[in-house]
């Protein structure tokens, strides 16, 4: 069962329930398959749309979850407001943003797109990366980054990467 929406759940928390056999969450996220495995477990079973936020570290740890919103069966409304004040509140240096659809095709809708460009230009502005929108369905899962790269410009790592250089 998912936390109710607008909720953000400390990974250390929840870390407990999903430890175990088969049931691990990745020490550090180092791409979309470690997100979709533990994004699964939440939402294989939920007849609407559920958008979560996963808040890593600067080292590409989790740190927490947020239910950003619940939907109906074939969408759901997100904000960046709801995206990033989480993010924000934990210090997140990046999210990782990943839905269900209850439809079980995982085809990133026109609306997923949009929604996903707006999350990554807004997360540019508040210097909080968006690395990537994944959705997930009974017939696997689809990484938007994967199929739009160019949404997922690294602008922010660059900018990051050369003000440490110059620290």
């Not at 890593?56 to 950003?68: E, F, G, I, K, N």
């Not at 409304?77 to 095709?105: C, I, K, Q, Y």
């Not at 508040?126 to 959705?135: A, F, N, R, Y």
Request: charged share 25%; hydrophobic share 45%; proline share 7%.
């Amino acid at each position: 069962m998912t936390p109710s929406e607008g909720q953000t759940v400390c990974i250390r928390e929840v870390a407990p329930r999903f430890r175990g056999r088969a049931r691990k969450i990745a020490e550090t996220i180092d791409g979309p398959e470690a997100v979709v495995q533990f994004a699964k477990r939440l939402l294989r079973d939920e007849p609407r749309e559920h958008l979560l936020a996963l808040h890593l570290d600067a080292r590409s740890r989790p740190m927490a979850y947020t239910v950003v919103s619940v939907g109906s069966l074939t969408s759901t409304l997100a904000h960046p407001r709801e995206v990033f004040t989480p993010a924000l509140a934990v210090a997140a240096w990046a999210v990782v943003l990943v839905h269900n659809h209850p439809s079980g095709d995982p085809t990133p809708s026109p609306d997923d797109l949009a929604v996903a460009e707006r999350i990554v230009k807004a997360g540019r502005l508040l210097g909080v990366e968006c690395l990537d929108s994944l959705v997930i369905g009974y017939e696997g899962w689809a990484s938007i980054r994967g199929l739009q790269p160019e949404l997922f410009a690294d602008e922010i790592r660059a900018d990051r990467a050369a003000t440490r250089d110059a620290a």
